[in-house]
């Protein structure tokens, strides 16, 4: 994995998403959350992929830098499927958060649709966690030392 590429693009992506949360902070307090959280429960920094049903199409991408002991919106609004996928990487400890279901990713920053022929289309191929989120609007991920993924 090139992390270099990982840190340079993820930087801009961080600091959008830092002042979507700063605007966010600012609606009103009886105003209803609905959004995919997921916090980086450990001391490292982590690479985010993230799997979900965009219409009749299964889209993965990354990176999503999430930072140490922090938690990130990495979709907003009302989720739309019951099912999401996660594929992280701690990028100071090494190792990572990976399941048995295989979608298309790749070392740079990507967004890519279908999940087939990964390999003859140029990307790679990692397992995914399913997160199943029961229907509910609002989910929360917290990926755990270990490989420990919870959610709420």
């Given amino acids: 994995m090139h992390r270099n590429a990982h840190h340079a693009v993820l930087g801009r992506r961080t600091?959008?998403?830092a002042l979507a949360c700063l605007a966010l902070g600012v609606l009103?307090?009886?105003q209803a959350r609905a959004d995919l959280r997921v916090c980086n429960a450990t001391t490292g920094r982590v690479g985010l992929a993230i799997g979900y049903l965009d219409g009749p199409v299964w889209v993965t991408e990354g990176w999503f830098n999430l930072k140490p002991n922090r938690c990130e919106t990495i979709i907003r609004g009302r989720l739309s499927s019951r099912y999401f996928y996660v594929h992280a990487v701690d990028y100071d400890r090494g190792g990572d958060w990976s399941g048995p279901n295989v979608l298309c990713t790749r070392d740079i920053e990507f967004s890519i649709r279908g999940p087939?022929?990964?390999y003859a289309r140029g990307?790679?191929?990692s397992g995914?966690?399913?997160?199943d989120t029961g229907q509910q609007a609002d989910w929360t991920v917290e990926l755990g030392d270990g490989g420990l993924v919870t959610g709420r």
């Avoid at 995914?128 to 997160?131: H, M, N, P, R, Y």
């Fill in 123 to 125: 990307f790679d191929r």
């Fill in 116 to 118: 087939l022929d990964c």
């Fill in 128 to 131: 995914f966690i399913e997160i």
């Fill in 28 to 30: 009103a307090p009886s």
């Fill in 15 to 17: 600091v959008l998403a």
